[in-house]
């Protein structure tokens, strides 16, 4: 089995400031943990994945999130917001068991001027 | 070149209708997914197939029927359409099922109207 939660459906930062958006995750079995980036009227498109190789993974637009096994954890960050990173993010489990990546049910990141 | 296309981009329909919607990948990936989108932008796998073979066919009515001619293309047929079944779906292809280790690319959605 597994689950994904993402806390805060709705996050907003001014631009500049730390974007922080946080994902915990259920797995039976070690994960494979992924971002994803919906800007509006658009599909989603990949922003980093986790595949056990490291844990602190760099996506692309300056986004990293680093997988604390622990804490059941894949937290999305970025040290600087810009205006363009507004947008619709999800984050999402998969296992070898599973056979389906499952969603979160995504956040909003609004960056304020 | 468009990784993963999908037609129409808008249908707007009365209830009753019947519609499809298609969808290509040219990636050359075995594996293709429907998801639908609600309002609320809440993501749900609806099928997947891997090489024209159905795999995942979650809780959905039998109104909606995908079929796989090559595994190039995966199609969603909708009959007798309804209300609730206004959202966005999206088509998303990836190198493996349940795309484990590897990513899914999706297609650019299809928002859907029943009035």
Known sequence: AQSVTQLGSHVSVSEGALVLLRCNYSSSVPPYLFWYVQYPNQGLQLLLKYTSAATLVKGINGFEAEFKKSETSFHLTKPSAHMSDAAEYFCAVANTNAGKSTFGDGTTLTVKP | ?115
Request: proline letters at 5%.
């Open chain 2, 1 to 115: 070149d468009t990784a993963v296309s999908q037609t129409p981009k808008y249908l707007v329909t009365q209830m009753g209708n019947d519609k499809s919607i298609k969808c290509e990948q040219n990636l050359g990936h075995d594996t293709m997914y429907w998801y639908k989108q609600d309002s609320k932008k809440f993501l749900k796998i609806m099928f997947s197939y891997n090489n024209k073979e159905l795999i995942i066919n979650e809780t959905v009515p039998n109104r909606f029927s995908p079929k796989s001619p090559d595994k190039a293309h995966l199609n969603l047929h909708i009959n007798s359409l309804e209300l609730g079944d206004s959202a966005v779906y999206f088509c998303a292809s990836s190198q493996q099922p349940g795309g484990a280790s590897y990513e899914q690319y999706f297609g650019p959605g299809t928002r859907l109207t029943v009035t």
